[in-house]
């Protein structure tokens, strides 16, 4: 039975708006071992939702409740904010989707990793610059030493990735949480920060969320994949028979994308249900 990392149980997230409360996320559950687990959706669907809670980063009016999110059998909810700064980026780190809005613009990407690695270990500053230096050459950056010097605009898209990638992993967390890693790369660039990825998670044993719209780039990459619709998990599967799914959205999800096995001449418009909306939230739980 594969060990849990992650257990999260009945998670909502509400917004009050001037028409009402609006649920975000809604009843979702799902467990996280040792595995790259995706969570799929359109826009809108509570992905990223899901994700900014479990770390507790849906601020105020936002409302975030669930039966409990298990870290290691210990509820995140039941902790003060202070206690939780030891578990963001620690134990768990979440990489943002932009890597332009998440560096800051006015301080060196070395001291921002330094910066990362010294805030949860006890050490001087060279030996913190040697591991920053160390993380950068793990994700396949050239000359990380220039890097280190360079501010965040002189990065491209991919490189911007690599050192968010480099940042969240240099202290070592048991859970990587990426929110759409790879929506503004190239697929060569795409493949090799996946790869990046999926070695960093062998050889450490982490757990991975991959948060992505991508179907066919996480039923090649993850283990298991959530689909996520308004809010709620309405099927789970093995990622290796994603193109196998059952429910009627995932079929038009994925009826909708160009296939060069089986070309046509129009692709399937998805065509919603309002059942789907008001059906139970499938469980993700293993």
Same mark, same amino acid.
């Given at each position: 039975? &594969?060990?849990?990392?992650?257990?999260?149980?009945?998670?909502?997230?509400?917004?009050?708006?001037?028409?009402?409360?609006?649920?975000?996320?809604?009843? /979702?559950?799902?467990?996280?071992? +040792? =595995?790259?687990?995706?969570?799929?959706?359109?826009?809108?669907?509570?992905?990223?939702?899901?994700?900014?809670?479990?770390?507790?980063?849906?601020? *105020?009016?936002?409302?975030? %409740?669930?039966?409990?999110?298990?870290?290691?059998?210990?509820?995140?909810?039941?902790?003060?904010?202070?206690?939780?700064?030891?578990? @963001?980026?620690?134990?768990?780190?979440?990489?943002?989707?932009?890597?332009?809005?998440?560096?800051? *613009?006015?301080?060196? $990407?070395?001291?921002?990793?330094?910066?990362?690695?010294?805030?949860?270990?006890?050490?001087?500053?060279? =030996?913190?610059?040697?591991?920053?230096? =160390?993380?950068?050459?793990? /994700?396949? $950056?050239?000359?990380? =030493?220039?890097?280190?010097?360079?501010?965040?605009?002189?990065?491209?898209?991919?490189?911007?990735?690599?050192?968010? $990638?480099? &940042?969240?992993? $240099?202290?070592?967390?048991?859970?990587?949480?990426?929110? %759409?890693?790879?929506?503004?790369?190239?697929?060569?660039?795409?493949?090799?920060?996946?790869?990046?990825?999926?070695?960093?998670?062998?050889?450490?044993?982490?757990?991975?969320?991959?948060?992505?719209?991508?179907?066919?780039?996480? #039923?090649?990459?993850?283990?298991? /994949?959530?689909? &996520?619709?308004?809010? +709620?998990?309405?099927?789970?599967?093995? #990622?290796?028979?994603?193109?196998?799914?059952?429910?009627?959205?995932?079929?038009?999800?994925?009826?909708?994308?160009?296939?060069?096995?089986? *070309? +046509?001449?129009?692709?399937?418009?998805?065509? @919603?249900?309002?059942?789907?909306?008001?059906?139970?939230?499938?469980?993700? +739980?293993?």
């Amino acid at each position: 039975m &594969m060990e849990n990392l992650l257990d999260v149980e009945n998670l909502w997230v509400r917004f009050p708006t001037r028409q009402g409360v609006f649920d975000a996320v809604r009843g /979702v559950s799902f467990t996280l071992g +040792r =595995e790259r687990l995706g969570i799929v959706g359109e826009s809108g669907s509570g992905k990223s939702m899901t994700g900014r809670a479990i770390l507790r980063l849906i601020r *105020p009016p936002g409302i975030v %409740e669930a039966d409990h999110i298990n870290l290691d059998g210990v509820d995140l909810l039941q902790k003060s904010e202070k206690d939780m700064r030891a578990v @963001r980026g620690q134990r768990i780190s979440m990489v943002m989707q932009d890597p332009k809005f998440s560096l800051n *613009p006015v301080t060196t $990407i070395g001291d921002q990793i330094i910066e990362a690695y010294r805030l949860h270990n006890k050490t001087t500053k060279s =030996e913190a610059y040697a591991k920053a230096v =160390e993380m950068l050459e793990a /994700v396949s $950056i050239r000359d990380a =030493e220039r890097v280190m010097r360079a501010y965040p605009h002189e990065m491209s898209g991919g490189m911007g990735q690599r050192i968010m $990638i480099a &940042m969240m992993l $240099i202290p070592n967390p048991e859970i990587l949480i990426a929110d %759409e890693p790879t929506s503004a790369l190239d697929v060569s660039v795409q493949r090799q920060v996946l790869d990046i990825m999926d070695k960093l998670v062998k050889e450490r044993g982490m757990g991975l969320i991959f948060i992505s719209h991508d179907l066919n780039l996480v #039923a090649d990459f993850c283990d298991r /994949v959530l689909i &996520m619709y308004a809010g +709620r998990i309405v099927e789970v599967c093995e #990622a290796d028979k994603l193109h196998d799914a059952k429910h009627p959205y995932t079929r038009g999800l994925l009826n909708s994308l160009p296939r060069l096995d089986a *070309p +046509r001449a129009r692709l399937d418009v998805l065509e @919603r249900d309002p059942e789907w909306s008001v059906a139970p939230s499938v469980s993700g +739980r293993t």
